[in-house]
């Protein structure tokens, strides 16, 4: 027998290897030498010539099935997962054959990872920062396409959607993700189109939903001053022509447009509002009378009546029409045989311009009503009417 430390000749292992080939060990043997090998190390010599001498080599369906099957049940302490999962940094930079990474999809086509199974990535993943977080470049466009290509026509179960709705419901996103989702969106869906059953669907989901104040502020704030373009106002006015509100819609939008806080928006909105937008010619020459006399005004304040001229501090003065504002019924013209502008117009518009001088005047201000011909034939005669209220 050899003596411990001689080294057995090329040609003496391999006439060792053929008369071994084919032969199969009991599983006595098989254990006397396992137990023989325990708590034994392989030098990092031994451990090079045992990986280069299985390089290449592939080990048979009956094997790896062998190989499996012994490993099932097992688990690694944790000093072996820790040296396998620094072994597995020589894989950095490599890349996975087409054949591989068929293999590696068909065998995992099916499988279902356990709970604890996920509950334990999870917790190992919790506080790691992902390893693409912030990188741009990392995918080749080719890579980007094939990613593409594979999610087409792919639809999750509604298992799966619920499943994801679930584990997002209550969290909120960071400002920087809200940021990030609203710059990446425009280009997402440019020159895409929802298909009618997206669209029922949306509408379907939407049906019913009350959006909250803070909702309903946020899009506001993001609208304004936002114009859509001529297409979109088309398209619009396109979607709604020959369309009717059910009469339930029609109770709805009575209702909410006589509440007293719609109300008083739309009457806080109207005073922002110049009708007509441009100046009258009565107006231009009543403005054009007090430039010439030096007199500082203001045009059309945002106050009740929103008065023709405002002179510091509390004097209103309203340019009226004669026919508009009805002097030439108060002269006795009988209009009762026009259909829209007959008595009853003319007389709610003068109660309409007696409430609101009454008002201002119970607010303090000085109101000061010019008729059309007073402005026109008696200019002097109005500007002395105004400077007595200065």
Request: charged content about 30%; aromatic content about 4%; some cysteine.
């Amino acid at each position: 027998m050899a003596s411990k430390g001689t080294k057995l000749s090329p040609e003496t292992r391999a006439k060792i290897s053929a008369s071994l080939t084919g032969r199969k060990q009991s599983a006595e043997t098989r254990a006397k030498m396992s137990a023989s090998m325990t708590g034994k190390k392989f030098s990092p010599e031994h451990r090079a010539k045992i990986s280069a001498s299985l390089t290449g080599r592939k080990q048979s369906a009956e094997t790896r099935a062998k190989m499996s099957a012994s490993m099932t049940g097992k688990k690694f302490s944790p000093e072996h997962r820790a040296k396998m999962s620094a072994s597995h940094v020589g894989m950095k930079g490599k890349k996975h054959s087409a054949e591989t990474r068929a293999k590696i999809s068909a065998g995992n086509t099916g499988k279902k990872i356990s709970p604890e199974t996920r509950a334990k990535i999870s917790a190992g993943n919790t506080g790691k920062i992902p390893w693409n977080k912030g990188k741009k470049g990392i995918y080749s466009a080719e890579h980007r396409a094939e990613i593409s290509a594979w999610q087409i026509g792919r639809k999750r179960s509604p298992e799966t959607r619920a499943k994801i709705s679930a584990s997002k419901t209550g969290k909120k996103l960071s400002p920087e993700h809200r940021a990030k989702l609203s710059a990446n969106t425009p280009r997402f869906w440019q020159g895409k189109k929802r298909s009618p059953e997206t669209k029922a669907k949306l509408s379907a989901i939407n049906t019913g939903k009350k959006l909250s104040p803070e909702t309903k502020a946020k899009l506001i704030a993001s609208l304004t001053g936002r114009k859509p373009s001529p297409e979109t106002r088309a398209k619009i006015s396109a979607s709604k022509t020959g369309k009717k509100h059910s009469p339930e819609t029609i109770a709805k939008l009575k209702a909410s447009h006589n509440k007293p806080e719609t109300r008083a928006k739309h009457s806080a909105h109207r005073l922002t509002q110049i009708i007509p937008t441009k100046d009258t010619k009565l107006e231009i020459e009543l403005q054009r009378l007090l430039n010439t006399n030096n007199i500082q005004f203001t045009k059309h304040k945002p106050i009740l009546g929103q008065p023709d001229i405002f002179i510091e501090p509390n004097i209103c003065i309203f340019a009226d029409g004669d026919y508009p504002h009805g002097w030439n019924y108060l002269q006795g013209k009988d209009y009762s045989k026009y259909r829209a502008l007959n008595n009853e117009h003319f007389e709610k518009i003068i109660k309409k311009d007696q409430s609101v001088t009454t008002r201002l005047e119970a607010q303090g201000y000085k109101v000061l009503r010019l008729w059309e011909h007073e402005i026109n034939r008696e200019p002097k005669k109005c500007l002395n009417r105004i400077r007595a209220l200065l």
